[in-house]
């Protein structure tokens, strides 16, 4: 049962959530309005009964970098029955088997938060990561990089500029690699070039997720990483990194 903790906690995610309780609710209502006045549980029932009939045996199903639940058995509506027993099972019978269903409404309501994601938080946008840029700032995490500050000013104005581009990681790591061993075999006495040496911090996406940007030598490339992947982008525009002590 993990309806909506695969949301990432961004305005459509918080959305297609409250959708999916409030048809809940709203089928649960109908059902308490048509259900007859000596039979109905008390709300307080109802609502544990919801609950509890969430319960179920998934599958978890890999779509869109996300996994998702597939209830398959009731686990929840097989205890309350156990629970309650066959002589009031009649007025508890299709509150639990709501809320067993409210495991296909959250699903398909995540898969609605992915389709609207895509609209309002587009990958191929740099700006759907930096969306905000104010606090930018640079760490060193590589003995490679220099001693370099943000111009957020340019930042800002290059950001539109950033295409997405076909990352490969492999061989970036092959580079260093053979770096090292041109090192460890004498073959050169020039320090290893780590391709991403500075991080930059301070940025915030609109998605409200976690993210950490790393930023290529020449100031050029962003590549960002989240909880399931990595983009990569480029820009032709001057780079936004200046040397310590140069004006902004």
């Given at each position: 049962m993990n309806f909506f903790w695969n949301?990432?906690?961004n305005i459509v995610g918080i959305m297609c959530t409250l959708l999916g309780w409030t048809l809940i609710t709203f089928w649960g209502l109908k059902n308490y309005r048509e259900q007859d006045k000596e039979?109905?549980?008390?709300?307080?029932?109802?609502?544990?009964?919801?609950?509890?009939g969430l319960l179920s045996f998934s599958f978890n199903i890999p779509f869109a970098d996300e996994l998702h639940s597939l209830a398959?058995?009731?686990?929840?509506?097989?205890?309350l029955y156990a629970f309650i027993g066959k002589k009031?099972?009649?007025?508890?019978?299709?509150?639990?088997?709501?809320?067993?269903?409210?495991?296909?409404?959250?699903?398909?309501?995540?898969?609605?938060?992915?389709?609207?994601?895509s609209v309002f938080y587009p990958k191929d946008e740099v700006e759907t990561f930096l969306a905000d840029v104010d606090s930018a700032e640079i760490l060193i995490t590589h003995p490679s990089g220099e001693e370099v500050i943000v111009n957020k000013v340019k930042l800002e104005e290059n950001l539109h500029s950033f295409e997405q581009t076909r990352s490969d990681v492999i061989q970036w790591f092959e580079e260093i690699r053979e770096q090292q061993w041109a090192i460890e075999d004498n073959r050169t006495s020039e320090?290893?070039?780590?391709?991403?040496?500075?991080l930059l911090t301070g940025v915030k996406?609109?998605?409200?997720?976690?993210?950490?940007?790393?930023?290529?030598?020449?100031?050029?490339?962003?590549?960002?990483?989240?909880?399931n992947n990595q983009y990569y982008y480029r820009s032709d525009s001057a780079s936004f990194l200046e040397k310590r002590g140069s004006a902004q």
């Open positions: 949301f990432e906690w039979e109905r549980p008390r709300i307080w029932r109802i609502v544990i009964t919801v609950w509890i398959i058995l009731p686990l929840g509506v097989l205890v009031r099972w009649g007025a508890y019978r299709k509150y639990a088997w709501i809320g067993f269903t409210g495991n296909y409404i959250f699903l398909l309501t995540a898969l609605l938060a992915i389709g609207l994601s320090k290893v070039q780590e391709r991403f040496p500075y996406p609109k998605t409200g997720e976690k993210i950490t940007v790393y930023v290529e030598m020449d100031g050029k490339g962003l590549l960002v990483t989240t909880k």
